[in-house]
């Protein structure tokens, strides 16, 4: 069993600043990416944010979000700077993870939180 929990969304300002948090537990061989997606009400889920052996953004968050991982804890984080209303959305946390004794990778989410930039 794999599980991953972000925590740190919530209600914040234009212009603020949130830091999300994604936490994995379980038997966890191998972890080969961790990544970010949002999802605003209407819209698809979209990729904000992966790191792998370098980091990928989406155009629209580049320059304002910074993702980092511990990889030995396979913990993903997602600083997040100068947020603007169109940031507005659940944001959901991504894996791929080989557990203990599988040989394949799988794909693994966590429930997603919430993130509002509101004045």
């Known amino acids: 069993q794999v599980q991953l929990v972000e925590s740190g969304g919530g209600l914040v300002q234009p212009g603020g600043s949130l830091r999300l948090s994604c936490a994995s537990s379980g038997s966890i061989s191998s972890c080969t990416a961790m990544g970010w997606y949002r999802q605003a009400p209407g819209k698809q889920r979209e990729l904000v944010a992966e790191i792998t052996a370098s980091t990928n953004y989406a155009d629209s968050v580049k320059g304002r979000f910074t993702i980092s991982r511990e990889k030995a804890e396979n913990t993903a984080y997602l600083q997040m700077n100068n947020l603007q209303p169109e940031d507005t959305a659940v944001y959901y946390c991504?894996?791929?993870?080989?557990?203990?004794?599988?040989?394949?990778?799988?794909?693994?989410w966590g429930q997603g939180i919430q993130v509002t930039v509101s004045s």
């Open positions: 991504h894996a791929v993870i080989r557990r203990t004794g599988w040989a394949i990778y799988n794909h693994y």
